[in-house]
């Protein structure tokens, strides 16, 4: 079946620092990829999307490319700050019976020091 | 603003009693859904909703049944709650399209002692 494997945290980083998290799935259809992020005490909010090979999602400095070749959906940021300290989830959309669903990974936490 | 609105943020309940978790979308969206977020499990599916009255089962169904009498609502039900099901649990809606994002509420967060 569908599954999303993304890197254990948590990650810590300082400030400005460069943030990747991986990603990778698999898929019996076409998915769409996400990337999902929830900041404490908040549900999860969508930060980018990317539905067919090679697109780049992108939102706050945020960014990740489709990768069909090698099913990963990496994160990344080139200078992270305080603010991003959160739980990203990764995730993708497949074809289920009639309709979809969607498939979320275990999150990674990331803290951000000052 | 787009909303979806969880009926408490949080609750206590004791061994064997009957649960409702309730959510509201001000999206018009078909689709509604229950997850539980556990520690280093991520979101486990437990319910979605595709259209009024009508349900699947997600990957984690037992011990919880669901109701949708109308669109914009979708409930959650423990038949006897246990401390196994003490969790968070967050409710999403979206548009039936594949490629379509998520919204979701606050979440619940469900102590059962």
């Known amino acids: 079946g569908d599954s999303v494997t993304q890197m254990e945290g948590p990650v810590t980083l300082s400030e400005e620092a460069f943030l990747t998290i991986n990603c990778t799935y698999t898929?019996?259809?076409?998915?769409?990829l996400f990337w999902y992020v929830q900041y404490p005490g908040e549900g999860l909010q969508l930060l980018l999307k990317?539905?067919?090979a090679d697109d780049k999602g992108s939102n706050k400095g945020f960014e990740a490319t489709y990768r069909k070749e090698t099913t990963s959906f990496h994160l990344e940021k080139g200078s992270v700050q305080v603010s991003d300290s959160a739980v990203y989830f990764c995730?993708?959309?497949?074809?289920w019976g009639g309709g979809f669903k969607t498939i979320f990974g275990a999150g990674t936490r990331l803290f951000v020091k000052a | 603003d787009v909303k979806v609105t969880q009926s408490s943020r949080y609750l206590v309940k004791r061994t064997g009693e009957k649960v409702f978790l309730e959510c509201v979308q001000d999206?018009?969206?078909?689709?509604m859904f229950w997850y539980r977020q556990d520690p280093g499990l991520g979101l486990r599916l437990i319910y979605f909703?595709?259209?009024?009255?009508?349900?699947e089962k997600g990957d984690i169904p037992e011990g919880y049944s669901v109701s949708r009498e109308k669109k914009e609502r979708f409930s959650l039900i423990l038949e006897s709650a246990s401390t196994n099901q003490t969790s968070m649990y967050l409710c999403?809606?979206?548009?039936?399209?594949?490629?379509?994002?998520?919204?979701f509420g606050q979440g619940t967060r469900l102590t059962v002692v």
């Open positions: 995730a993708l959309s497949d074809g």
């Open positions: 999206m018009d969206h078909e689709n």
């Open positions: 898929a019996t259809g076409y998915p769409s």
């Open positions: 909703s595709y259209d009024v009255k009508m349900k």
């Open positions: 999403a809606s979206s548009f039936p399209r594949m490629n379509t994002e998520a919204f």
């Open positions: 990317a539905t067919k």
